[in-house]
């Protein structure tokens, strides 16, 4: 039998009924519109920068922004509108709807050029992320800040909700950079990316410690660790609040031999098939898996810690234990203790501990760059 950890679709989680929901920067169009109206402009965005239920590009030409003020638009991964599986080449080329140039920020080309950034008053982003250090969101956030400053552009970002507010994981170790983990920080590390924007800037992360002009919109009515369910799907796979409040811990399974059905539908067992957006080349593509299905879990402590559990027993339970963890593992984790720890047979609490000395120094320095308290 193959172990797959199964994700179905799950129920939202809900903002405290008796809060006003929170409001992305985006929809304060009051502290931004004014900034942008008489600039020509360039965007980082995607399916998930809506105004209400509208695109954010779509609102500024409906608000009296000139279509030839927008300049161009630039696609991270699973492209402009959303409709690319994780690790697909994103294609540069025309949104069909405004005829507005498109450029990918995924591929070869994961940094604005010097040609790219020709003619921009200002660069406005807009994504929604996850809060995890492999979602590679914030790798475009970390290019697009080094190609602003190297270009003289100020960069406006319009702030949204963390849907993984906390802090907890491994920290990256210098020599496991890579696109899905490009700075010194936990897992899960407990900031919105405007506040990851004053962390790079602050921190002198940036190519030869070069700062961004940077300026936050913030979010309205919204704190660290409120519940606020997200208004679209950040990417194909992640298609439910379950799947983004799991996906810190199931994340780990694309470093294995391991299938993880995340976010598709299904029972105890199910047989991976290719799915165009999503996962058009998936593991054991054809063959029937059997494992875990998380669908109905509901953490005792809430949703404030990365769990192993299914990492430990899927490789306690695999036979070729030479074979499960691929190279890619390390990169996710950022580094080869988590990998070692497993194999020598550590337990979560154990695993947990040794994370602990690096999340406490990592919260003093977070604590600088806090919006939101």
Not at 122 to 142: A, C, E, K, P
């Amino acid at each position: 039998m193959i172990f797959i950890v199964l994700l179905l679709q799950g129920l939202a989680a809900n903002c405290h009924r008796a809060e006003p929901p929170a409001v992305p920067g985006a929809e304060r169009m009051d502290l931004y519109l004014p900034a942008v109206s008489d600039k020509n402009i360039a965007l980082v965005a995607n399916h998930t920068s809506l105004v209400g239920d509208r695109h954010l590009v779509d609102t500024l030409l409906a608000s009296g922004i000139e279509k030839q003020q927008i300049l161009r638009v630039f696609a991270p991964e699973h492209g402009f509108r959303g409709d690319h599986s994780a690790g697909t080449q994103v294609e540069d080329g025309l949104d069909p709807l405004t005829g507005i140039p498109i450029v990918s920020l995924y591929g070869s080309n994961k940094k604005p050029d010097a040609g790219q950034m020709q003619g921009i008053d200002l660069m406005v982003f807009d994504l929604q992320d996850v809060g995890t250090r492999f979602y590679t969101y914030i790798s475009t956030l970390h290019y697009v800040m080094e190609a602003c400053a190297e270009n003289g552009v100020p960069l406006l970002l319009l702030d949204r909700p963390n849907p993984n507010g906390y802090v907890d994981g491994p920290l990256l170790e210098p020599e496991f950079t890579s696109f899905v983990g490009m700075h010194p920080i936990p897992v899960v590390y407990g900031l919105t990316m405007g506040e990851l924007g004053g962390m790079i800037n602050g921190e002198g992360w940036l190519r030869n410690g070069i700062q961004c002009e940077l300026e936050v919109i913030p979010c309205d009515n919204y704190y660290h660790g409120k519940r606020c369910p997200l208004p679209v799907s950040p990417s194909p796979n992640l298609n439910s609040d379950r799947a983004v409040l799991l996906y810190p811990s199931t994340c780990f399974f694309e470093g294995t031999v391991i299938s993880e059905g995340r976010g598709l539908p299904g029972d105890f067992s199910f047989v991976p098939v290719g799915i165009p957006g999503v996962a058009e080349h998936p593991k054991f593509r054809g063959v029937t898996c059997y494992g875990r299905d998380l669908s109905s879990f509901k953490p005792a402590g809430g949703w404030n810690r990365v769990y192993l559990r299914w990492l430990l027993e899927a490789y306690r339970n695999y036979p070729r234990k030479q074979e499960f963890f691929t190279s890619y593992f390390e990169k996710l984790a950022g580094t080869t203790s988590l990998r070692k720890q497993i194999e020598a047979g550590w337990d979560e609490d154990q695993i947990r501990e040794s994370w602990q000395s690096d999340i406490e120094s990592y919260k003093n320095i977070r604590q600088k760059y806090l919006i939101y308290r």
